[in-house]
């Protein structure tokens, strides 16, 4: 009996030192990838770093009699160490904190008033700058933003709180236990997109869900790469806006 424990530990030993080595390569994938949507103070090392992380915990807690694929299981274990890595870095000033909450707020007097979505002349309106600086102001948020939509979100559970992420919440369907939270995430998600412009609604489909870059996006679209970031960081300052009674952001 000892012997065959032995030998079935010396397998799984060999299964998980073969496993890591092999799939190496999702690592510097993902890592790549998260480099193309993050600011350059980011260090790719840090990324490929924190993914390694990942992979390592993806073979220590992989179930094999769960019908996914090691694959499928790895990639999300090491996409959200690298998240969880960038959520310890805070890159937003007190200042670059102000103008987000500035134009949160402009966002909302102005739908409140006319009761439909409000335009990028009218948040600059409302703030009392030129178009271009308001621009260059999205620009400049969307530059120090490393977690975009993948902010933590809190859900109310058994009393207790628990964190996930947006594509976790909304696409996920590894947890059986979570498909009702799941569904209600998928729901106000949907609502609070519904209330975006169809260009706006584009860039996330795009974005989170075909998982291009911003370059890539503006081709889609016929737009600059810096129109697009500018966009996204619309887009992330008015669906919060819009999430805040629920998540609590």
Request: proline letters at 1%; glycine letters at 4%.
């Amino acid at each position: 009996m000892v012997q065959k424990e032995s030998v079935h530990k010396d397998c799984d030993e060999n299964w998980r030192e073969t496993t890591i080595i092999e799939s190496a390569y999702l690592v510097k994938r993902m890592a790549a990838r998260f480099a193309l949507r993050v600011p350059s103070s980011v260090l790719f090392g840090e990324l490929v770093s924190a993914g390694s992380l990942g992979l390592i915990d993806a073979v220590d807690k992989f179930d094999h009699n769960k019908h996914v694929t090691f694959k499928t299981y790895a990639q999300y274990r090491i996409k959200g160490a690298i998240l969880d890595e960038l959520r310890s870095m805070d890159t937003y000033s007190r200042s670059m904190r102000k103008k987000i909450q500035d134009i949160a707020k402009a966002v909302k007097k102005i739908e409140m008033e006319k009761g439909n979505k409000a335009t990028d002349v009218e948040i600059a309106e409302e703030l009392g700058l030129c178009l271009e600086t308001y621009h260059d102001m999205l620009t400049g948020i969307h530059g120090a933003s490393v977690l975009n939509l993948d902010d933590f979100i809190k859900i109310k559970q058994n009393n207790s709180i628990s964190n996930k992420r947006f594509q976790a919440g909304v696409k996920s369907k590894d947890d059986p236990a979570d498909q009702y939270n799941n569904e209600e995430i998928k729901s106000v998600f949907a609502d609070a997109i519904k209330k975006l412009s169809k260009k706006q609604q584009m860039v996330i489909s795009l974005y989170y869900y075909d998982e291009l870059t911003l370059k890539e996006i503006g081709e889609v679209l016929s737009l600059t790469e810096s129109r697009i970031c500018q966009i996204h960081a619309g887009i992330l300052i008015k669906m919060k806006t819009l999430l805040q009674d629920y998540f609590d952001l």
